[in-house]
């Protein structure tokens, strides 16, 4: 389904050229780069856990660029001169559409001016689905990837996508899909097993920034970040000695950092634990809204969420292997 807060990411703009989910209309066969003789075709995606299923649907009918790599924001990302480039070269755009890169909202407008098709990945979840925090009133939150059976849907929307731009690759779009969307499914019963191995009191999550709300809905965790849904927002003396009290309270030993996030925030919650008398330790560093670096095995989507489900396991407790489910999937 189109979500309605795609008119307000995209506004007025997007919904007079591409009807907020009808997208610029294509060439019956495919467009100019669509996989056939005149080469593979020209694609950008936001961010990396959405280039990377990009990457795996397309195969050797497109290449993928993708504007915002490891330790990068996407919160507080401002596109640049050369970012606008290639926008405006695409052939096909595929971004987050829950505002999770809400400065980009005058380039991604000035995209969908042109032929290109701008698609939200998000399109295909339901609303019900949806969280809305209550610092963000009105606003859903965009972090849906930390759930393996909702970032599913976005390949099917990029499948289907692909699909009317490249006809003739729907085959191979087809294949390549299912292929993901089983490796997703076993990713998903890996987490569940894994996180599930964690004593049930000791399952409370508590990172830099409210990021792991799926994530904790999905697999029964009760999930805090000192700073809120965005990184924009900021933390308090106050929010910060509740989850001090949060984590004497139940004993938490172990705490996270984020790759985008400074450990500032963690520090000080760490220091107001000891004053307490409660030892906490950094349980390890999670990807939450960027994955790890390009050609490792974390700057992958599924490598990502199994190095975060496989870490949380480990410091709360729970029994994991040293190398989670690395190399169990093929590729």
Excluded at 28 to 50: D, L, N, Q, R
Excluded at 217 to 222: A, F, K, S
Excluded at 274 to 296: K, N, W, Y
Excluded at 304 to 315: F, L, V, W
Aim: proline share 4%; aromatic share 6%.
């Amino acid at each position: 389904m189109v979500h309605k807060i795609c008119l307000v990411f995209i506004g007025c703009v997007l919904l007079a050229l591409a009807g907020c989910g009808e997208d610029p209309p294509a060439d019956s066969t495919g467009g100019a780069g669509a996989g056939g003789a005149s080469g593979p075709m020209a694609i950008v995606a936001t961010t990396g856990m959405i280039g990377d299923i990009v990457e795996r649907v397309v195969g050797e009918r497109g290449d993928v660029k993708v504007l915002m790599g490891a330790g990068v924001d996407p919160h507080l990302y401002q596109p640049t001169r050369d970012d606008m480039a290639r926008l405006l070269s695409a052939e096909v755009i595929f971004y987050n559409g829950l505002l999770l890169e809400g400065r980009m909202t005058d380039a991604l407008v000035r995209a969908a001016s042109g032929d290109r098709g701008v698609h939200p990945v998000t399109e295909l979840i339901d609303q019900q689905y949806l969280v809305q925090p209550e610092d963000l009133e009105g606003k859903d939150d965009p972090h849906v990837w930390m759930d393996p059976t909702a970032w599913s849907r976005a390949v099917e929307v990029i499948r289907d996508r692909l699909i009317e731009h490249d006809p003739g690759g729907k085959a191979a779009f087809e294949a390549n899909a299912a292929t993901l969307l089983t490796e997703l499914a076993e990713l998903d019963a890996y987490c569940e097993r894994v996180l599930h191995s964690v004593p049930e009191g000791q399952r409370v999550l508590v990172s830099a920034h409210d990021a792991f709300g799926y994530f904790g809905r999905r697999y029964g965790y009760e999930v805090m970040g000192i700073q809120g849904l965005s990184t924009e927002s900021e933390a308090g003396v106050r929010d910060i000695e509740q989850l001090v009290d949060l984590l004497v309270s139940r004993n938490i030993k172990a705490v996270f950092v984020e790759s985008t996030v400074s450990e500032r925030n963690i520090n000080a919650l760490i220091a107001g634990a000891e004053a307490q008398g409660l030892d906490v330790t950094i349980g390890g560093e999670l990807f939450s809204d960027a994955m790890g670096p390009s050609g490792t095995y974390e700057g992958t989507y599924v490598g990502m969420i199994d190095h975060n489900a496989t870490s949380i396991a480990r410091a709360l407790g729970g029994d994991a292997p040293d190398s989670g489910m690395q190399g169990k999937l093929a590729r």
